[in-house]
Nanobody, 126 residues
C-alpha cells in the first residue's frame, strides 16, 4: 500500500492550501481515510476523517469550519482543503487509510490506521 501526500508549502496567514493524497495498492473505495498532523514539538493530532462513500466526515476541534475533507473514489484520492490558515496550523500533514465495512464511521484515532503516507509540510507564516 502506498499513500502519496502532496500539496504542502509555504502560505501566509489567512491563506489556503489543498492537500492531496493518492492511494495505490489498496481498494480505495473500501477505505476510510484520515488526515493527521504533527507540529514542531507536538504530538500527532487528528485533523479530519472521511468514510468510504464520503457521507461521513469528522473534524478535529481546531480545524472545524476552516478545513474540508473530501474524496474522489474514481481517482483513488483524498483531499484536504485548508482555508483561513493560521501559524498554529504549521505541521507535517499525513494521510492514513484503513479498510472498513461500509457503515463504519471513519476513525479519529491514529492507532486505528495501519497505512500511512510520508507526510507533506505546511508552513504558515505570520
Amino acid at each position: 500500500v502506498q499513500l502519496q501526500a502532496s500539496g504542502g508549502g509555504l502560505v501566509q496567514v489567512g491563506g489556503s492550501l489543498r492537500l492531496s493524497c493518492a492511494a495505490s495498492g489498496v481498494t480505495f473505495s473500501r477505505c476510510a481515510m484520515g488526515w493527521f498532523r504533527q507540529g514542531p514539538g507536538k504530538e500527532r493530532e487528528f485533523v479530519a476523517a472521511i468514510g468510504r462513500s464520503g457521507g461521513m466526515v469528522f473534524y478535529g476541534d481546531s480545524v472545524k469550519g476552516r478545513f474540508t475533507i473530501s474524496r474522489d473514489n474514481a481517482k483513488n484520492t483524498v483531499y484536504l482543503q485548508m482555508d483561513s490558515l493560521q501559524p498554529e496550523d504549521t505541521a507535517v500533514y499525513y494521510c492514513a487509510a484503513k479498510s472498513v465495512i461500509l457503515s463504519t464511521p471513519p476513525p479519529s484515532s491514529d492507532k486505528l490506521y495501519p497505512y500511512w503516507g510520508q507526510g507533506t509540510l505546511v508552513t504558515v507564516s505570520s
